[in-house]
């Protein structure tokens, strides 16, 4: 199901416009996005533009310290997730993220701190850092995030 390629966000604003651009491609039965990279990468700016173009209004807060910024858009619930401060996976199942109702959009950043892999993914946006602006890797996990990734790809060119 995934394909390896890496694609090139030039700046700040690819990596808005690609925000922008996935949150036209959620679909209305909601869907599991990991944000994963290095610190600095792009993963809350990217998060930021998706919840921007999903129809938040307003600051945008970093979870980085709440853990979870709840946001309902449109009747759908949205929960952007930052588990760069989870300790260990009894933290993580306190948060009950893994029983979110159906067509709720789950947006987390640093998943590769879920170690016992109780949250599922459709797709992976792996953000690195390069010499000229960041690299975008695409991993999907379930024909769900395999459709979203081919959308993306498309748009990338």
Known sequence: MNREAEYELRNADATDALG???????????????????????????????????????????????????YTVHGREVYHVD???????????????????????????????????????DLTLALSHRETGRGLGLHAHTPAGEVLRQSLVEWLG
């Open 83 to 121: 588990l760069y401060r989870i300790g260990d996976a009894e933290e993580l199942e306190l948060l009950g993220l893994a029983e979110l109702g159906e067509g709720a959009v789950l947006l987390v950043e640093w998943p590769e701190r879920d170690e016992t892999h109780r949250l599922r993914f």
């Open 20 to 70: 922008r651009r996935l949150a036209t491609l959620i679909p209305d039965a909601g869907i599991g996005l990991a944000l994963s990279g290095p610190l600095g990468a792009g993963k809350s700016s990217l998060a930021r533009s998706l919840l921007h173009g999903l129809g938040v209004t307003g600051a945008i807060p970093s979870p980085t310290y709440t853990l979870v910024e709840p």
